[in-house]
């Protein structure tokens, strides 16, 4: 008798204990899933994901070395991409920004304006993607602030824009997470995002 109770308790064990390994695989799945539409969400892409075939471009496209990343100063702030896109800015402009010179005049976010960030560039407000256009067609760079449903704002600097014959438009931008490759937005409305502005070096 004892014999069979513990044979039933050993599948009942059997049972549970493969619940749990499916729960737990389910979790992980769904975790991955969750990911994958936040990542889609924000909008970043690398220039594989972009769409296939000849483009217009205008601005800078080639930049060789390494941008800054919120990562590499997480010790000391948070929420400092603001920061991150003026040091990115400078290093454009072949300067050497030191994080304890521009995070404490930009500070942590939420960052609405750059004005701070007058003692080194003249700025100027762009309110519609033609504007923005025309400004990256002259070579000029920009800082915009974009909603993302993940971080609900981020700073990123604008270095060209693409443009694609499908109608597409794609911008080339140091999105403050990547330090090797540049990544890619792409430009809808302006209510995509929330401000932007032009960077020129004093």
């Not at 080194?120 to 407000?125: A, H």
């Not at 990256?136 to 915009?144: F, S, V, Y």
């Amino acid at each position: 008798m004892n014999f069979f109770v513990e044979l039933r308790k050993i599948k009942i064990y059997a049972t549970l204990y493969s619940v749990y390994l499916q729960q737990r695989r389910d979790c992980v799945k769904f975790f991955h899933i969750i990911l994958h539409l936040l990542r889609k969400k924000v909008g970043f892409y690398c220039e594989s994901q972009l769409p296939q075939g000849a483009f217009i471009s205008h601005g800078s496209s080639t930049f060789q070395q390494r941008w800054f990343c919120t990562d590499d100063f997480k010790h000391s702030a948070r929420n400092h991409c603001a920061a991150v896109c003026i040091m990115n800015a400078l290093l454009y402009f072949d300067q050497s920004p030191a994080f304890r010179i521009v995070h404490p005049l930009i500070g942590n976010g939420p960052v609405f304006s750059l004005r701070k960030a007058c003692c080194w560039f003249s700025m100027q407000k762009i309110h519609d993607t033609m504007k923005l256009e025309a400004v990256l067609a002259e070579g000029k760079i920009c800082a915009m602030m974009i909603a993302t449903p993940l971080h609900e704002w981020h700073w990123v600097l604008i270095t060209a824009i693409r443009k694609y014959p499908d109608g597409s438009r794609w911008l080339q931008i140091a999105d403050g997470w990547h330090g090797n490759n540049l990544r890619y937005y792409r430009l809808e409305q302006e209510h995509d995002w929330i401000s932007c502005t032009t960077l020129e070096l004093k």
